[in-house]
């Protein structure tokens, strides 16, 4: 079984300019999330997508940052315009929607350095 | 405010003897633990899970312990081997609306298997 793609793995940019992740589920899996891991914490969930439906995006800086997932599978999450503190790993996971338990699968991620 | 703390950033063990990874939450909505595992360069890879309904769960050389009263669980690792070199984290979600919460993690413990 194929696990969670994203890309690009790494991204370096200017502050003042945006870039764009991309991000492929587990097939099969309808829930699909982003999280930012900033260096020595723990990952920090973004957004939540049910389908192609959001859930849960209260902690997504909406002022410059963006999440799609058009047509329920692949997302895309952008940010416009980067700041310095933006510099961070950004993970994309997904699970099954309605499952008893919670596990979550992750993609390698992509580290984005911001200068 | 922290919701999910591991206040050991990292432990030193020698290689066949048990690590004991803790982690201790303030939320008492978090009705699910996970533990992940996350090598450099890697994505957080799925451990082992319990449901706030258990008090234990096991998987081969992996045990959670998990106390409610307390707000605490604890990942204990038996043997421990070289391979488990690597930063652990504690994870923990909410069911809200029937479905999974996002997950809320700690900032990791780095495991170091000593030979």
């Known amino acids: 079984e194929a696990g969670v793609a994203q890309s690009p793995r790494y991204k370096i940019i200017e502050k003042r300019q945006s870039v764009a992740f991309w991000c492929n589920p587990i097939s099969g899996h309808a829930t699909l999330y982003w999280y930012q891991q900033i260096l020595g914490q723990g990952p920090k969930l973004l957004i939540q997508f049910q389908n192609n439906g959001v859930v849960d995006d209260s902690q997504l800086p909406k002022d410059r940052f963006s999440a799609e997932r058009l047509k329920g599978v692949d997302s895309t999450l952008k940010i416009q315009p980067a700041k310095l503190e933006d510099s961070a790993v950004y993970l994309c996971a997904s699970s099954l929607a309605g499952g008893v338990t919670y596990e979550q699968y992750f993609g390698p991620g992509t580290r984005l350095t911001v200068t | 405010d922290q919701q999910v703390k591991q206040n050991s950033p990292s432990l030193s063990v020698q290689e066949g003897r048990i690590s004991i990874l803790n982690c201790d939450y303030t939320?008492?909505?978090?009705?699910?633990f996970l533990w992940y595992k996350k090598y450099p360069a890697e994505g957080p890879t799925f451990l082992i899970s319990?449901?706030?309904?258990?008090d234990k769960n096991e998987d081969g050389r992996f045990t959670v312990f998990l106390n409610k009263s307390a707000k605490h669980l604890s990942l204990h690792i038996v043997p421990s081997q070289p391979g488990d070199s690597a930063v652990y984290f504690c994870?923990?979600?909410?069911?809200?609306?029937?479905?999974?919460?996002?997950?809320?993690f700690g900032k990791g413990t780095h495991l170091i298997i000593q030979p």
């Open positions: 939320n008492s909505m978090f009705d699910y």
């Open positions: 319990i449901s706030s309904i258990k």
């Open positions: 994870a923990a979600s909410a069911h809200s609306g029937g479905g999974a919460d996002g997950l809320t």
